[in-house]
Every structure is written in C-alpha cells, then in structure tokens.
C-alpha cells in the first residue's frame, strides 16, 4: 500500500543531506551570513552545537515577509532562473539550508533590515511556524539553531563526542574565515572566546588562525593566465608538518576538497620536504564558474573542472615558480607582497573568443601538451625552470647573488665554529651551513646523474665482498641497478653476498663495505616513503651518508669550492628536507639596522 508521507517526515528526510552534525549547520549559517553582506559574524555553539550553534550577523537582514519564507523548502532569494545556476555570485543557492535546519531543530530567528524601525521574531520547530512577532533588533540577522535532532533521535544517537563535533565545527569556521579575510569573525563555545578574527589581508587571517609562527614563513603564490587565477600562500618547506590538516584550496571561493590538485602541490614541493610531512597551503583558484561544475555534490565540497589536466599543471607550476623565487632569496626579512590580498575573487568575462585566444596560448599549450606532467617526475629543477622561462621571460626569477657570483670570485671566506662559512659580497653576506649546503650540492650532483651519464666509478682492483643479512639480500638486490647510475657496482653472489666491483671515484677506498652497509641503513629510514621514487630514496640516502660529519674543518679553498658549489644549485637555499642552508643578512638590512642612510 503507497502511502504519501506527511510533509514533515518527508522534511526531516530531506534534511539529512544538508544537516548531518552540528558542523553543517554552522557551515551554512555562516554561509548565509557572508551572502547578506555582513562585515562582522559571530559564531556561539554550546555543547559543540548539540544544544546551541547560532550565528550573528550585520548583514542586510529580513523584512517580515522573507522573515516568514525562509523556512521553506527551495526558498531562497538568490536563483530564480535555471540559468542564474551558471553564473553563481553567493555561497547558498539551493533554498534547502534553514528549511533543513527547521526540520531537525528548533530554531529562533531574529532579523532587521536598515530600511525597518522594528525588526521580526519568528520561532520554527518540526517546520512549523510557532511563533512570530515584531521585535527591537539591530540590523543584521541572528539564527540560533537550538536542540539539534531532537525529534530525531537516531540521529541525535549518531552524533559522536562533543571533541570530534567540535572539531568538525573548527574546521568549518576556519574554511569560511580563510575565504573572506575582509569580514571580522569571532567564535565563542561554551561562553568561552575561541576565536577573534579582526578583518584584515589573507596572510594576516592565516597567521591568526594558524599560529604566529607562520608570520614569516609564508610564500606567496600569485600566477595569472587568462583561463584561471591562482592567489594564496603555501607554508616554507620546514614548517610542513606530519599531520594533515593546513591544507585548503578554495575554487571561486569556495572550500572545495581535491586529492587531484594536493598531489599537484605535493608534487610541486618534491625534493623539499621530510618524509611524511604535510606543508600549509591556502590557495585560491579562481576561473570561469561554466569551466566548472559545483554542483556535483550536496554539500559542494566536491567540484569538477571542465579541463582538470590544465588545473593540475597549472597549480603545480606555480607553486613551483613560488617557491623557487622563495629558496634563491631567503633573506633575514623575506617581505612578502600583500597586495595580492586585494584582489577580490575574479569574475572574468569569458566569451568563446577569449577562450580560444586562452586555449591558443604557449602556456595552455605547454600544459596541455604536458598534461601527463604529474606522472613525469622531472629530473631536476632545471627543466622546470626553462621551461617556465621560455613561457614567460620577464617573470623569471633572477637571483642577484648567482649574476655576482659570476662576476666576483668567492673570496675572504670566514669558517666559523667548523660550522658556519662567512661569505661576503657586494649585496651583504650569507651565513652558510657548511653540512646543509653539502647535502644540497650532493643532491643535486646525484640527481644530475642517469644510466647514460652515471656518477663516474673507480673499479676495484681487488673486489671485496660484503655479506648482508638474510633479510636485506631481496632489498640490496633490487638497489643494484639504481646504484650502479650512482657510482656503485654491486654483484650479486651466493644468498646474501655481493661482490663490490666499483665505487664513486671520489670516494676513498678501502671503506666501501662501511659505506655500503652506512647506506642501506640509510635507506630503510626512507624506504617506508611512498612518496618517494626508489631512485629518490636511495640519492636521498646516499646524501646524508656522504654529507660533510659535522665540526669539519675545512681549509680555505674547501670552503670556496663548496660556496661555488652551492652558488651553481638550482635550489641553494635549501637542504633536499626543506631545511634552509643559509641565512642571508642584505647591506640593506645592515644599514637599516645601523640607522645608516
Ligand atoms: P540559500 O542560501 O540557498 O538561498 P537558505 O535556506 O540558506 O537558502 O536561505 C534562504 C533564504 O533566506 C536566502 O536566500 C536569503 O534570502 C534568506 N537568508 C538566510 N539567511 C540570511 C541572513 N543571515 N541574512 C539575510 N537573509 C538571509
Ligand atoms: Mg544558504
């Protein structure tokens, strides 16, 4: 027998979708905050929300009559055309929010547009209209969302504890407060203040939300192409962290969730971070809303790109070309350009002649015709970097110290505690790390090296052998061939013995059973990184089993092959873990210092 479901029933169905924790509320509330213009929210949640999740606003208000519609289902005032869908301006459009949250809650509304003296009180519970009545408010809108699934007890059930539902209610507040820097937030749990977010520029939002450590070690990412916009910062590679959790992209300004595009920063970031480490990112991609598709997923967090190969590479590229400006100069006061915080979320005009013109340019090109590029590990920096140059040579970054370099020889070197080298310049001078700036040469020089260019090998006039335990045999054999591109010539033999036929001829010999062993401990450190190729894992390795032993003393002319050395990376600035190699003091920064004009 068919029965119709009564109205309510079918609400409270409905509503599951869009209102499935505290959190959801609250991602919606503050949505339709942002959507009334308010310049000042704040958020009050009482038992991570199960009881209380309300949320203030100065925003336009209601009048009486909206006041009285909202509640319903596919109410909204910001669609009214299948068309208007296409061209997105606000957070909500699907009508669907307070009608969800009415069917699951009770909930008081209190609202106040500036053309009314009084504003309007409307209480909602089981969908139902309970109370409404005029009232003294100030302009602006205040929902506060009481008793959450009280009439759904299984729902209520499901909730889980007031530390992950609050959690989840952070994680909702963070995104939307990242999104719009410009309006002040503030969050209050259990009368106690959370959070207050003067309005201000992203990097100041970022550096509220996420730590005052971060104040000097952000990177701005800011590329333009006529397709798609990327603004943001992502986090210097030593503040990456082992947890996951600093990682946000924001499509047209909206929080969106991409494994796709994570890979194309952690892709971007190769080379440069520890094993199992997670750097910030807060970026911003905005394009054309009909090159994408929001509405994919109820609760939008979902998007598909009409072209996401282009997007990929795209992101990849200029994170890349952010943080290669960022490791050639990192000085004592790296000053970072906030203008780009003024750019606000980019509509372009986009007409089918524009995208042609933007599909016919050298960068769509490139990108597309390297759409494979995150499957391609390249190399090196190098390519990138010609690459990037070739695209656009007015915005290749240049780096002073590697022109002076040219010009002036390495010279007046200080060696400092068989730490530290003094170098001075023309520009000021940089405090080098004499083992850090090792590990990066080696790197790059391992990197550099390939089955038809291999590391050169000394043969061993009277080969040893090196027995290994049984259960690094399978694991010493498979490293054969990576390491014989590395200067090493290993033979298998009978189980667990390999004949040591060659070494890297700038090794000494004599140690190379030591050096084999050092290595494959090495090695095992990293082997657990998916991330890493093998080949990686092993110069990885290698590097820190060949680096410099701390408190070396190095005479004059060590120290200026290595500060040459270094000077001829394509990445000086840091070891292959993200660790900078020098600290970089301007004359500028002297003088100011000094107070000299
Ligand atoms: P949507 O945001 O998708 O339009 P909602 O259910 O979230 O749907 O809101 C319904 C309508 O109520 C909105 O379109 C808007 O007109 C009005 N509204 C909701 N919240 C506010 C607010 N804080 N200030 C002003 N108007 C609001
Ligand atoms: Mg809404």
């Keep these: 027998m068919i029965t119709i479901l009564p109205d309510h029933i079918a609400n409270q169905i409905a509503a599951g979708e869009v209102i499935q924790r505290p959190a959801s509320a609250v991602k919606e509330l503050l949505e339709n905050a942002v959507d009334a213009g308010a310049t000042a929210i704040q958020l009050i949640v009482n038992d991570a929300g199960k009881s209380l999740v309300q949320v203030v606003d100065n925003g336009r208000g209601m009048n009486e009559a909206d006041a009285r519609l909202c509640f319903g289902r596919h109410a909204t005032s910001k669609i009214s055309r299948i068309e208007d869908l296409f061209c997105i301006q606000t957070m909500g459009f699907r009508g669907e929010a307070l009608a969800s949250i009415a069917a699951v809650a009770q909930v008081e509304l209190r609202t106040r547009t500036a053309e009314n003296e009084l504003g309007f009180y409307v209480e909602v519970e089981n969908s139902q209209l309970i109370k409404t009545e005029p009232i003294a408010a100030p302009v602006g809108t205040s929902v506060a969302m009481k008793n959450l699934f009280f009439n759904v007890p299984a729902r209520r059930n499901f909730l889980k504890s007031h530390a992950a539902e609050m959690r989840h209610i952070i994680d909702e507040f963070t995104r939307v407060a990242l999104a719009f820097p410009s309006i002040a937030f503030s969050l209050h749990a259990n009368h106690q203040q959370l959070f207050q977010l003067d309005s201000g520029t992203l990097k100041q939002r970022i550096v509220q939300l ?94 598909k790109f009409e072209d996401e190969k282009i997007v990929y590479a795209f992101v990849q590229a200029a994170v890349k070309h952010a943080l290669a400006q960022f490791s050639i100069m990192p000085t004592l006061d790296f000053d970072l350009d906030a203008s780009i915080q003024q750019l606000s979320s980019i509509q372009q005009p986009f007409t089918e002649e524009k995208k042609s013109a933007a599909t016919d340019s050298a960068l769509f090109r490139s990108f597309t015709q390297k759409n494979q590029a995150h499957l391609i590990q390249p190399s090196g920096f190098r390519s990138y970097r010609s690459e990037w140059e070739a695209q656009e040579p007015e915005s290749t970054p240049s780096n002073p110290l590697l022109n002076l370099a040219a010009s002036e020889p390495v010279q007046n070197l200080i060696g400092l505690l068989n730490t530290y080298i003094v170098y ?93 062993e050092q290595l494959l401990e090495e090695y095992k450190h990293f082997n657990a990184d998916a991330n890493f190729t093998l080949r990686e894992k092993l110069i990885r390795s290698m590097v820190k089993q060949r680096r410099l032993k701390a408190g070396t003393s190095l005479t004059e002319k060590e120290m200026q092959e290595l500060v040459a050395q270094l000077l001829a990376c394509q990445q000086p600035g840091q070891t292959p873990d993200g660790k900078p190699t020098y600290l970089s003091i301007s004359k500028s920064y002297l003088d100011n210092f000094f107070g000299r004009e």
Aim: proline share 7%; hydrophobic share 35%.
């Design 210 to 303: 996420m730590g005052a450590s971060y104040e000097s070690r952000l990177v701005t990412v800011k590329e333009e192409t006529d397709y798609l916009t990327i603004r943001g910062f992502v986090g210097k590679p030593d503040t990456a962290r082992k947890t996951r959790g600093e990682q946000y992209f924001f499509v047209n300004n909206r929080f969106i969730k991409s494994s796709y595009l994570h890979h194309a920063i952690m892709n971007a970031f190769q080379g440069m971070l520890a094993p199992d480490h997670f750097p910030l990112y807060v970026l911003f991609i905005d394009l054309d809303p009909q090159q994408i598709d929001i509405n994919v997923h109820p609760t939008k967090q979902e998007i």
């Design 424 to 516: 001075p310049h023309r520009e000021g001078l940089w405090l080098i790390d004499q083992q850090r700036a090792h590990e990066r040469i080696l790197y790059e020089q391992l990197q550099q090296s390939s089955a038809e260019k291999p590391v050169a090998t000394q043969r061993s006039m009277f080969p040893v052998t090196l027995s290994v335990p049984v259960a690094d045999t399978v694991l010493l054999s498979e490293l054969c061939i990576p390491l014989s591109t590395l200067g090493f010539l290993l033979e298998p033999g009978a189980t667990g013995e390999f004949t040591i036929q060659g070494t890297p001829s700038d090794l000494s010999p004599g140690q190379e059973k030591t050096i084999i």
